[in-house]
């Protein structure tokens, strides 16, 4: 399955990186949330970034969802702290 990460604010400041294309994700990633963990695991910036200890907003195709809303092939997935400015 391909998705596309996006992150927002200080997420994206802390991760150096606005967005992203998966190709593949790994076996086992099946959520949004699956996504936040799997993700904690690629280094301690990423940890500390997503990590359950941090309240993080979560969206899919740009609707606010929970952590156990599941993927859909090509969607995209986008990481945010609780409040932004713009």
């Known amino acids: 399955m ?3 990460l996006r992150f927002f604010a200080s997420v994206r400041e802390a991760l150096n990186v606005a967005e992203e294309r998966v190709d593949t ?3 086992g990633i099946a959520t949004v949330g699956d ?3 799997w993700l904690c695991t690629r ?3 990423w940890a500390e970034t997503l990590g359950p200890q941090r ?3 979560m ?3 740009h609707t ?3 952590a156990s809303t599941l993927l859909t ?3 995209e997935v986008a990481f945010f702290p609780p409040v932004t400015g713009g």
């Open 73 to 75: 092939e090509g969607c």
């Open 2 to 4: 391909q998705i596309d």
């Open 35 to 37: 996504v936040r963990e």
């Open 43 to 45: 280094g301690p910036v």
């Open 25 to 27: 994700v790994p076996a």
């Open 59 to 61: 969206a899919l195709n």
């Open 55 to 57: 309240p993080l907003r």
């Open 64 to 66: 606010m969802v929970p």
